[in-house]
């Protein structure tokens, strides 16, 4: 029997609306907020989020700005960064999060991963566990080569075309969507540099992250060039107190191609993964 799903409504302080998707089992053991990947709009994670109402874990489905339900659209006239995203929207999806009692878990893909850890970093006692599914830092050197050495020439063309065009034409280029450029900024900021910041954000990111202390559980997929290994343990590596497993996942054990984004239209393996590990750690066991 499929969880009631509640559509919720929110608004940012800035003005900003979109709608937080939750798939709602009826007794919940904990609610995890999920963050998408760069321009996947929430709706797309519906399959992960019954699936993990499965397991007892309420979903609640965040929504980045220029995607999906959201109000906004990156061009020349609107723009937004990490800032936005970790200092105004990700605050309103939390505080509508139920308070009844369950841990809270946060999680994230890909992108969604990154600032899941950076987020987590700067409200250390809201949640109870950490999920990253293909995620990792941009880092270049953290890739491996030869596609690593072309990552800083990356890094430096798509914040010039974002700015040039107004938003980075991502649909069109193959990556993400049509993106704002000062988010474009901030994360090939990271791919050059391996220090997470938000531009006009007064906040030390990397130190949140390094004062971590809760559970972790990381999924990697076998074929996955966007999040290979040394990508993730970078990232891994930035929470220097947290608790962390990785689980490594192949075609065989998800049914589907281990790549970035396949796993999303069968995501029971995921699922499980992550309320398996994170139910673990919780109980103290590794």
């Excluded at 609640?60 to 995607?67: K, Q």
């Excluded at 991502?170 to 531009?199: C, H, K, P, Q, S």
């Excluded at 608790?243 to 970035?260: K, V």
Aim: charged share 15%.
């Amino acid at each position: 029997m499929s969880a009631p799903i509640m559509e919720l409504p929110l608004a940012a302080a800035d003005g900003h609306r979109w709608t937080l998707l939750a798939h709602l089992p009826s007794q919940p053991r904990a609610h995890l907020l999920w963050l998408p990947a760069l321009g996947v709009a929430a709706r797309h994670y519906q399959p992960l989020a019954e699936a993990l109402a499965g397991h007892g874990i309420a979903t609640h489905l965040h929504e980045w700005r220029g995607n999906g339900s959201s109000s906004l659209r990156a061009s020349h006239a609107q723009d937004w960064g990490y800032r936005e995203l970790l200092a105004l929207d990700l605050p309103a999806s939390l505080a509508a999060l139920p308070a009844d009692g369950a841990p809270r878990l946060l999680g994230g893909h890909s992108l969604g991963g990154q600032l899941a850890c950076c987020f987590a970093g700067q409200h250390p006692g809201a949640f109870a566990g950490l999920g990253l599914v293909a995620s990792g830092t941009p880092y270049w050197r953290s890739f491996p080569a030869p596609r690593g050495w072309a990552l800083p020439l990356v890094y430096r063309f798509l914040p010039w075309l974002a700015r040039r065009q107004g938003a980075l034409p991502g649909r069109r280029l193959g990556f993400g969507g049509t993106e704002a450029r000062g988010l474009i900024a901030d994360w090939a900021r990271v791919g050059l540099t391996n220090r997470y910041a938000a531009a006009g954000l007064d906040r030390d990111l990397e130190a949140g992250m390094a004062g971590l202390r809760l559970p972790v559980q990381a999924v990697l997929l076998a074929k996955d060039w966007l999040g290979p290994p040394g990508s993730l343990r970078a990232l891994l590596g930035k929470l220097a107190r947290a608790t962390t497993r990785t689980t490594h996942l192949d075609a065989h054990a998800l049914g589907t191609t281990a790549d970035h984004f396949s796993w999303m239209r069968q995501p029971a393996t995921v699922a499980r993964t992550l309320a398996e590990g994170l139910a673990q750690k919780n109980r103290g066991t590794d």
